[in-house]
């Protein structure tokens, strides 16, 4: 087995799991973040944030993995994903299945380094996460789907710091939930042509020529349930500063997707980033000078 077979090997399997994209998991990263900010009044414990962190990373990268394992016949027919590892042949489907093994495998391995109860939500999150590719083939509605998957991490993340999920913890799971329909569906309007022409539901099919209402009252929801999270905690000035400029990015994303532009819909799904940024950034500086 030669050096160069071994670096294309792993070079593949690197964008196979999507690691040269990290806005992925910046995205799914925040809302874990907020969690474990909240449930530890600002200190988390070095271990959990540590396993979190890297739990987000792996099992982004094995959502990835099964993703494109199960889109491999679909991803042909999609302009943006034609050239995909697996779809383009550069993969098999076998290699795909053993790199999601082992990615789950080291996530849950790291689990295993804290407590019962969140060992026992991994093995829900797991399971939503290896489910998730296969919902736009039964539902319009994947995005919400990928919400309750991924979002799976703020319970862990109050379980793995303080043993428990309070009603705090639901309802900013609800949040994120929410949140992922508003980003997710921006970015599965980049995609909509070639969806309607080969069957596969979103979201952005669902809503129809309603989608920019529809998310822009999503946004609302949001923002609107981080004000309440807000006040449970009794978090102060720069918590609110943070949601006052994640507002002000829900309407630039407004305008992004205004015209439903490909391109601008994709940036739009990117801006993303910097709303959930805006949050955690709120959240340190509160429990650094406030609390």
Known sequence: MSKDYLLDRVQQYWLL????KPIGIL????????ALWVASDGKPDLLVLTVICLGVVLTRAGGCVINDYADRDIDLHVERTQQRPIAAGRVTESEALKLFMILIGIAFALVLLLNLMTILLSLIGVFLIASYPFMKRYTHLPQAYLGIAFGWAVPMSFSAQINHIPVVAWIMYLTVALWAIVYDTMYAMVDKEDDLKIGVKSTAILFGNKEREIIALLQLSVLSLLVIIG??????VF?????????????????LIFHR??????QAFLNSNYFGMAIFIGLIADYLWIK
């Not at 918590?239 to 305008?255: C, F, P, T």
């Not at 532009?261 to 994709?266: H, P, S």
């Open 17 to 20: 799991a999507r690691f040269d």
């Open 239 to 255: 918590y609110y500063l943070g949601i006052i400029v994640a507002s002000g990015l829900s309407v630039y994303q407004q305008k």
């Open 261 to 266: 532009d490909k391109t601008l819909c994709f």
């Open 231 to 236: 006040h449970l905690q009794q978090l102060g």
């Open 27 to 34: 995205i799914l990263l925040w809302p874990a973040l907020w």
